[in-house]
């Protein structure tokens, strides 16, 4: 499995706009089901006859000049059948309508590489009091004669204008609603609202596909002054699903496990990847030197990952650690001393010369791509000799007193 997560940041724009807001209505989810059974423009007798228990066809056309103007159904030109719409798809895809709403909308955007629509919450404002009107004219800057300074206004973001231009449907990661902005007033700006962290997660499993998804809180709109006394200020809880870009979600996971190998293991791309086509196992070429007494012993390590970038289609990642990276020496010189000293490291009971072969072939067997040469049992037996006091010297020195090894 692999493992990778950064911190993202949620901004968020309040304006003036049409928002169509997915919303639970059954009797038009029906005709939009109408028209996707019957695959064709469907008119005011169809749906009179198949949805409104033969009512009068001009109930029907009612019904669909309703749906033509909430884009669930499409036509070209004035009046006549209409067809399924995109939009319409969506529903049935969704199970909501989309309903347009005028209000002050606060647009929430996250714009990242793995993010497809940056456009991710729209949140409703609710209108301030009269009293709250009156306050904020009655405080607002004044120039040198006593006019009223306009408020300032912020340029509307690209991602809101770009969803605007290309009729984006987008999803809310904090409920799943789906929404589509309609409109946004000429020559009209707004104002920069809160911002909030998220916790961004890409986990890659070797036998299956990528996901993504968003952790963590950010804060709802803050409630009118009349409410504050008796409701705190409250977050939102996020834990969603993204879809991951088909150009991401397509990449190979051993090719990522090489970029990420090489990157924390220090190793040659190109080595790493030499080794799979070799052998079909992912290996990561390893000096003996870097190795700690576990990593040598088990051939395995959990490899740490400081900051890292994957470059423009994936980003830049927070430290991780890429777990159960399989080792294998990275020179010939790195396999003899890894060898020799796996040798005196499972020497720890009494050995004869009948069980050092044993040992050494299981050994010599850990290093298939290089066959070092393991010293033999005697010479074994003659440093022990030379080193009586070493620990290890005993295991051999022992048995061999006692006649064992002859």
């Known amino acids: 499995m692999i493992n990778l997560h950064r911190t993202v940041t949620v901004t968020s724009f309040d304006v003036e706009a049409t928002v169509a807001v997915g919303r639970e209505r059954p009797e038009l989810l029906a005709v939009a089901r109408l028209a996707k059974d019957l695959d064709r423009p469907i008119d ?30 499409e ?37 990242d590489p793995l993010v497809s629509s940056q456009l991710v919450h729209c949140e409703r404002l609710d209108p301030p009091r009269a009293n709250e009107d009156r306050n904020e004219l009655r405080s607002a800057p004044r120039d040198s004669r006593g006019r009223q300074r306009p408020p300032k206004s912020d340029r509307v973001p690209p991602p809101i204008t770009a969803a605007l231009s290309d009729s984006t449907i987008a999803r809310s990661i904090a409920n799943s609603t789906s929404f589509q902005l309609l409109s946004l007033p000429r020559n009209t700006g707004g104002a920069s609202g809160p911002e909030a962290t998220l916790r961004l997660e890409l986990a890659w499993p070797e036998n299956s596909a990528p996901t993504l998804k968003l952790r963590g809180q950010w ?12 409701k705190q200020r409250e977050s939102t809880l996020i834990n969603t699903m993204l879809p991951l870009p088909e150009n991401v979600a397509s990449v190979p ?31 990561l070429p390893s000096a003996f030197d870097a190795l700690d007494d576990g990593a040598r012993t088990t051939h395995r390590r959990d ?76 010479a074994l037996l003659d440093a022990a000799c030379e080193r009586p006091l070493d620990p290890k010297s005993r295991f051999l020195l022992a048995p061999a007193d006692l006649g064992l090894w002859s």
């Open 253 to 283: 996971y051993e090719e990522v496990w090489f970029v990420l190998a090489a990157f924390g293991g220090k190793a040659d791309l190109a080595i790493t990847r030499e080794w799979f086509k070799r052998t079909g196992r992912r290996l």
């Open 219 to 230: 804060p709802l709109p803050e409630p009118p002054s009349h409410a504050r006394q008796r």
């Open 303 to 378: 490899l740490p990952l400081p900051a890292f970038d994957l470059g423009p289609e994936f980003g830049k990642f927070e430290s991780t650690t890429l777990a159960g990276v399989d080792l294998v020496p990275h020179t010939k010189d790195d396999a003899q001393r890894w060898a020799e000293w796996l040798q005196l490291r499972l020497l720890n009971d009494y050995a004869t010369p009948t069980t050092l072969a044993t040992m050494n072939e299981e050994i010599l067997a850990k290093f298939p791509d290089y066959l070092p040469r393991l010293p033999s049992a005697q």
């Open 75 to 111: 036509r070209s030109g004035w009046g006549g059948p209409a067809s399924l719409s995109r939009v319409g798809d969506f529903a049935l895809e969704f199970g909501t309508i989309l309903i347009p709403e005028e209000g002050t909308w606060r647009f929430y955007l996250l714009v």
């Open 44 to 73: 005011g007798a169809d749906v009179s006859t198949q949805l409104l228990g033969r009512l009068p066809e001009q109930v029907g056309w009612r019904v669909v000049e309703r749906c033509v103007d909430l884009g669930i159904l």
